[in-house]
């Protein structure tokens, strides 16, 4: 029988927003006094295992549950579901692959950013590649969906889809406020830390150079709340 590990601190991140989710849509669904007030016991226990996994930060348990308390909503309004967010993984005629320095961690990654309302999945990942990096591009194709928070890339729960995109023109300019430097790297001559490299950096570029991959998703795990595996 193999040994797990102990829970990493993206486990508890995970189990906490897990938690908090099903305790808000219970919050949004029903009126019953007694289920709100099993909900918010729930709640309160999800804040505890965040602010353990947060040990090194500011908040306490009390933060998180108050800003979860303040997204609970109604119905269907209530019902708490993985944010969106749309990357793009840019390059050009040297197959060079366009990266971004994230200003709030140093951490570099291809363009990405939240799926505002009013534009499509691939309208926003043209829009994020001009106002990130100041270049052109048109999208080829949809070549991944990850779970930010199972991989990783992220302490919110979120969906993020990845387009294979081509530049097309314009010039490297960072966003002033959210990237802190930006650039064409080879596939031999990546800069670090890296986000996530091995799980999307193999893929992009065999769809780079024209291999017929399919689109790069999370395999079902059999327990799904287990922490890593030993």
């Known amino acids: 029988m193999s040994r797990r590990l102990p829970p990493t601190r993206q486990d508890l991140i995970r189990w906490a927003e897990a938690l908090s989710a099903i305790a808000r849509t219970g919050l949004g669904f029903t009126e019953n006094l007694y289920e709100r007030e099993r909900f918010q016991e729930v709640l309160a226990v999800a804040g505890d295992i965040r602010a353990a996994a947060e040990a090194d ?3 306490d348990a009390e933060h998180y549950v108050d800003e979860w308390m303040r997204g609970v909503g109604k119905g269907v309004a209530g019902y708490v579901t993985p944010k969106v967010a749309v990357g793009a993984v840019v390059h050009n005629d040297d197959k060079e692959i366009l990266l971004v320095q994230r200003a ?7 363009p990405t950013g939240w799926a505002d309302v009013g ?5 926003i990942a ?13 999208p080829v194709r949809l070549i991944a969906l990850l779970d930010g928070l199972r991989l990783g890339f992220t302490r919110v729960p979120l969906y993020s889809l990845v387009f294979l ?3 097309t023109g314009g010039e490297l300019a960072a966003h002033p406020l959210e990237t802190s430097d930006v650039g064409w790297f ?3 001559a990546m800069p670090e830390p890296l986000a996530g490299a091995d799980q ?6 065999r769809a780079i150079d024209g291999e017929p991959v399919n689109v790069l998703y999370d395999e079902p795990r059999e ?3 287990a922490g890593s595996p030993g």
């Open 186 to 188: 080879a596939r031999d």
């Open 200 to 205: 999307w950096l193999d893929h992009a570029y």
């Open 223 to 225: 327990r799904p709340w």
């Open 57 to 59: 930060e500011e908040f």
């Open 165 to 167: 995109c081509r530049a």
């Open 119 to 123: 534009y499509s999945a691939s309208e």
């Open 104 to 110: 709030d961690s140093g951490i570099w990654l291809y």
């Open 126 to 138: 043209v829009k994020e590649v001009k106002e990130e990096t100041g270049i052109d591009c048109v």
